[in-house]
């Protein structure tokens, strides 16, 4: 079993919906990182979380350690947010100098 | 502005030779990182630095080699001996090594594909 899993791996929505995100992981960890990946490939940190939730203009990530699991939601959902959305951990402890990612959730958002 | 550049976007080389993959930063990051994507597998860990002259192996380092003589600089040579190297490389760096509130920076990538 992987260490981090996101569902779903691929979502359609329409514009304007909301959308959630979720990932799940099994180890302990000091932060939990949301990327985002663009069809060209390049990574663009979204978040980096380790307690509570952060918003940043539509976007919202959560995060609940007792349950090891964290959400992203985008609100008012646009074509330009489609992408592959990438859930990373970074492991408390010795390992803590890498991060280890989920497979992804392919979101598309048609108009 | 501060970033990373990895050069070149898409390359292509034949079975059996070396090819080094750049990355360069001007973020005056210490630790700096590469990862590999394969479809359908979350990005692993290849090598990593945490200052120059030094490096550490990742996960997947058999048939990979690094160097890190600058601090803004991070090549990454997928050798011969790497069976399957047809992947996206991304290069990410981070002001410093297990500070957590540290954030990730990464790249644009690059696809390498062997034939």
């Known amino acids: 079993k992987n260490e981090v899993e996101q569902s779903p791996q691929n979502l359609t929505a329409q514009e304007g919906e909301f959308i959630t995100i979720n990932c799940s992981y099994s180890?302990?960890?000091?932060?939990l990182h949301w990327l985002q990946q663009h069809p060209g490939g390049g990574i663009v940190s979204l978040f980096m979380?380790?307690?509570g939730k952060k918003k940043h203009g539509r976007l919202i990530a959560t995060i609940n350690i007792q349950e090891k699991h964290s959400s992203l939601h985008i609100t008012a959902s646009h074509p330009r947010d489609s992408a592959v959305y990438i859930c990373?951990?970074?492991?408390?402890?010795?390992?803590?100098?890498?991060?280890?990612f989920g497979k992804g959730t392919l979101l598309t958002v048609n108009p | 502005d501060g970033g990373i550049t990895q050069s070149p976007k898409y390359l292509f080389r034949k079975e059996g030779q070396n090819v080094t993959l750049s990355c360069e930063q001007n973020?005056?990051?210490?630790?700096m990182y590469w990862y590999r994507q394969d479809p359908g597998q979350g990005l692993r860990l290849i090598y990593y630095?945490?200052?120059?002259?030094?490096?550490q192996k990742g996960d997947i380092a058999e048939g990979y080699s690094v160097s890190r003589e600058k601090k803004e600089s991070f090549p990454l040579t997928v050798t011969s001996a790497q069976k399957n190297p047809t992947a996206f490389y991304l290069c990410?760096?981070?002001?410093?090594?297990?500070?957590?509130?540290?954030?990730?920076?990464f790249g644009s990538g690059t696809r390498l594909t062997v034939v």
């Open positions: 990410a760096s981070t002001p410093r090594t297990g500070v957590n509130r540290d954030g990730y920076t």
């Open positions: 180890v302990g960890i000091s932060a």
């Open positions: 979380l380790s307690s």
């Open positions: 990373a951990v970074r492991r408390s402890g010795g390992s803590n100098y890498k991060l280890t």
């Open positions: 973020l005056n990051h210490d630790a």
């Open positions: 630095s945490q200052i120059v002259n030094d490096f």
